[in-house]
């Protein structure tokens, strides 16, 4: 048996992002409308303010406000020369004493500086008594408050939310340059795996990494091209993944140890790729995890273990995490939190552990939630998990921790 | 000015929750491949055990434990009756002194209860030789360790996430019976909106609350049927909505405050349904939101502010809020922080408080954003928001604050 040569879980972590870095980027044009999720290719500039004008951000009078400086001791009287609707823009420019009614939302009159709430108001024909001395720009929005024109509002390599997509329309820009997802194959490997929707026979167990890696590919913004589920025969894989490699820029490759040979997907990979990055991750689950890349196709191939929640785990700190760091997408949700309990673990090796979180008064306790199988249930009763370093020996009991949340 | 009888936060919440309860629930099927985000409508009982069978987590010798506690005390010597294949079943019947040889997923065969890993080993011709004494159930999956047969593994109202599609496909449960989305119809209405993309008018500013409530509502998991842009008139929306309340369980309207009249949505609303739910919620931003209930055609109406910020964090806050109380769907995700720096609330209304987070030792901060224009490009610097509740004077810094992450 070959001895693994392991790496840090922060060494792959680099590895595998220098990798990404490595994919090509093709660019192509998405409407705004349709670009939630995409990554932008290009900065995005305002070419205008937002508000594009100065505007009111209450109902009531728009002045100058200097002229409202006596009503601390009394009111007012101002003279209004004119009244806006939301939607309605003056030529007019507001001259000591004067006053325009607007509407909140309005434009802002030239001349003005300030809006009056109505409350503080009483008009009669043409005459308005104001009754509270206000500051310059008291109730107003200014033009470009919100977005100056000009200003680099959304970074190349960010991921659009619904938020950015909101900026983009608040900006009229109709349609943005992002990247196309890169391109994903999928396969599980193993003789003793069967296709799930049908009679299983004893010894077969049905195959759920194809699935669960396909849907979570698709949620980290990559474009599942293939998915398929093989038996473990070196030589048929070795060609599916030769044509594959030309198409996909990452492959992922579950499972493979049905022969009981611990090197199978490292042979593999020799066969395809012209680098190894590392083979073996020091962490619990996942250590059979191991990378490589081509450097003609450039293909970034991941080798994952069998065991449904570690290939998950481990698909989510590799290449999740690399596609987070290499693109501006939403970081990482973390919550600092109490560990409950002990926790062991072996030094020399990273542990992976999934904690459900719960208040206590003005605490917030990480709970450990263990399992002898490692089956991919529990992550679903977890709310996140916690990284215990390989050069820290366990968490003591009300240990802070940093939960990685789902 | 009709002055506004205002209903705390809760409140509105209890409402809004309330009503979403009486929307009528429509059952479809789907494949479990394509439920994702979808709703159960049925409980799902596991009609086997996952594993199916008792497995092997180690390559190495099947055997009876007792048969290994002699090794305490020097090697034990067993005589190897068969060899396994992962995917391999066997009929033979382990008995005191005999072993087979099992891959890592192998079936553990009859009589066995543990499982010597290789490395406490040495095998020549039949015989083996044991160095460790282990305990009955080492290194052994149970049949029904991850699932039992029987166990109710996901509840009804359960919104399926990636891991919950695994444990169907680990079941082999190829189709489920969800909620058919609830419809909703999402309306923004103003004389000073215009459509985004094209040349705007001075006087005008551009309509966002119609694309980013309806983005925001997919995410939620409602199917978006209908979305337009309106003026502020009274007949013609009222037109509308009555065509609208027969189509869609929920219908959003924001803005309609262009005419100054500060119960223009509540008039509509009168027209439209049976009851006013609330009219104006005590928090800022938000103030304005109202909602409504149709008894005859079970619609839920409500009426949001013009302001994108506003709207959109009223939009979570109630409909997101209530849909995810509704059902079991991944609960909002909290961490504790400290507030960074006092913040001023006015009591009898509570704040919604945007934040940024930052790591600081064993510290999470939370850092307040604070706008003039509470436009939504702020939301995107955001990490989170902060409730501060009506009855609470502000925070000071360093309170504890419960932070719902974005």
């Known amino acids: ?7 840090t879980l922060n060494e792959a972590q680099d590895k595998i992002l220098s990798a ?22 290009k900065e995005v500039k305002a070419q205008e303010d937002v508000p594009p004008y100065s505007r ?35 030529d007019k420019t507001i001259e000591d004493g004067e006053t325009i009614y607007v509407q909140t939302g309005s434009f802002l009159p030239h001349g003005a500086d300030s809006v009056e709430m109505i409350e503080y108001t009483r008009s009669f024909l043409d005459d308005v008594a104001i009754y509270k001395a206000i500051a310059p720009l008291e109730n107003v929005i200014e033009a470009g408050d919100d977005i100056k024109c000009g200003e680099v509002i959304l970074e190349k390599g ?52 194809t699935y669960t890696l396909s849907l979570e590919a698709e949620k980290a913004g990559l474009e599942v ?37 611990k090197d199978y997907t490292s042979t593999v990979f020799k066969e395809l790729a012209s680098e190894v990055l590392f083979h073996g991750v020091a962490i619990k689950p996942g250590k059979p995890t191991l990378s490589a ?26 290449l999740e995490d690399g596609l987070g760091k290499l693109f501006k997408q939403a970081e990482k949700r973390i919550a600092l939190a109490k560990i409950k309990e002990n926790v062991s673990s072996n030094s020399g090796r990273a542990t992976c ?19 002898k199988s490692a089956n991919i249930a529990i992550l679903s009763k977890a709310k996140g998990y916690v990284i215990i370093p390989e050069n820290k020996e366990g968490l003591k009991e009300k240990e802070i921790v940093e939960v990685v949340l789902k």
Chains 1, 2 share one sequence.
């Open 158 to 209: 960010t991921r659009l939310d619904v938020e950015n997509i909101g900026i983009l329309v608040a900006l009229g820009i109709k349609e943005v340059e992002v990247y196309e997802p890169f391109k994903i194959a999928v396969i599980s490997s193993g003789d003793e795996l069967s296709p799930p929707f049908k009679e299983i026979k004893k010894g077969k167990i049905r195959d759920i990494n």
């Open 20 to 41: 990404l870095e490595k994919l090509p980027l093709r660019i192509k044009k998405v409407e705004s409308l349709k670009a939630l999720g995409f990554v932008l290719a």
């Open 225 to 261: 091209i293939y998915t398929s589920l093989k038996k473990d025969d070196k030589k048929e894989l070795i060609k599916t993944l030769e044509k594959l490699k030309y198409e996909a820029d990452i492959i992922v490759l579950s499972g493979c140890s049905s022969k009981g040979e």
């Open 56 to 90: 009111s951000t209450v109902d009531g009078y728009a002045l100058k406000a200097s002229d409202t400086f006596a009503a601390q001791n009394g009111e007012v009287i101002l003279k209004e020369v004119g009244r806006l609707l939301i939607d309605e823009v003056s």
């Open 293 to 318: 890349f081509d450097l003609e196709t450039k293909t970034l191939l991941v080798g994952l273990p069998g065991n449904p929640l570690a290939a998950f785990l481990m698909f989510k700190l590799l």
């Open 1 to 7: 048996m070959e001895l693994l040569k392991v790496t």
């Open 353 to 371: 552990l999934l904690v459900d979180l719960v208040k206590a008064g003005e605490d917030l306790l990480a709970l450990p939630l263990y399992t």
